[in-house]
T-cell receptor, first 110, second 112 residues
Framework: SQTIHQWPATLVQPVGSPLSLECTVE??????LYWYRQAAGRGLQLLFY??????ISSEVPQNLSASRPQDRQFILSSKKLLLSDSGFYLC?????????FGPGTRLTVT | GQSLEQPSEVTAVEGAIVQINCTYQ??????LSWYQQHDGGAPTFLSY????GLEETGRFSSFLSRSDSYGYLLLQELQMKDSASYFC?????????????FGTGTRLLVSP
């Protein structure tokens, strides 16, 4: 069966510090991968998606970037965090009409 | 662009039936999905409608009418654990096969 991992679960970072969130998927090959952000009490905002190694599509211009160095690894990064980057970051993979989410990383920028 | 509308909040009592509606506007359409998210948790997939009609999975059913750009999620025999946010999402031909567009979510509160 397929499993998606994200870490860390929670993170508190100061403004201006860098960020690296990692997501890995097990049990499937060549998945479509996604990064979402969810502000408290709000919906899901798609940040990036990837259909293959090195292929990244950005949905929202901002100070975040994504990379896919391996087939089942998706990384979200920032060189300098902003207060507005706080939120719940979710990685997901898709199979047909369904998406499956990782447990998420709750990021607080102070 | 794409937009989806859902009620922001719905309340019901245990054992009741509740319907959460979703209307959408997209340039194209592949299907409508529903996701459940408990507070502090990640969304989990509930159902998918690619064609018109009703899909049933246990206590949950989902309906789609493509001609009306409308769907709903029906929850029967409500339990306290059903208190959560529910999101509809569309696969939009205009944005590409690989992407989903999510609604803003409906918070369901189930009381004893």
């Amino acid at each position: 069966s397929q499993t998606i991992h994200q870490w860390p679960a929670t993170l508190v970072q100061p403004v201006g510090s860098p960020l690296s969130l990692e997501c890995t998927v097990e049990g499937t090959s060549n998945p479509n991968l996604y990064w979402y952000r969810q502000a408290a009490g709000r919906g899901l905002q798609l940040l990036f998606y990837s259909v293959g190694i090195g292929q990244i599509s950005s949905e929202v211009p901002q100070n975040l970037s994504a990379s896919r160095p391996q087939d089942r690894q998706f990384i979200l990064s920032s060189k300098k965090l902003l207060l507005s980057d706080s939120g719940f970051y979710l990685c997901a993979w898709s199979a047909g009409g369904e998406q499956y989410f990782g447990p998420g990383t709750r990021l607080t920028v102070t | 662009g794409q937009s989806l509308e859902q009620p922001s909040e719905v309340t019901a009592v245990e054992g009741a039936i509740v319907q959460i509606n979703c209307t959408y506007q997209t340039s194209g359409f592949y299907g409508l999905s529903w996701y459940q998210q408990h507070d502090g948790g990640a969304p989990t997939f509930l159902s998918y409608n690619g064609l018109d009609g009703l899909e049933e999975t246990g206590r949950f059913s989902s309906f789609l009418s493509r001609s009306d750009s409308y769907g709903y999620l029906l929850l029967q025999e409500l339990q306290m654990k059903d208190s959560a946010s529910y999101f509809c999402a569309v696969r939009d031909q205009g944005t590409g096969f690989q992407k989903l567009v999510f609604g803003t979510g409906t918070r369901l509160l189930v009381s004893p």
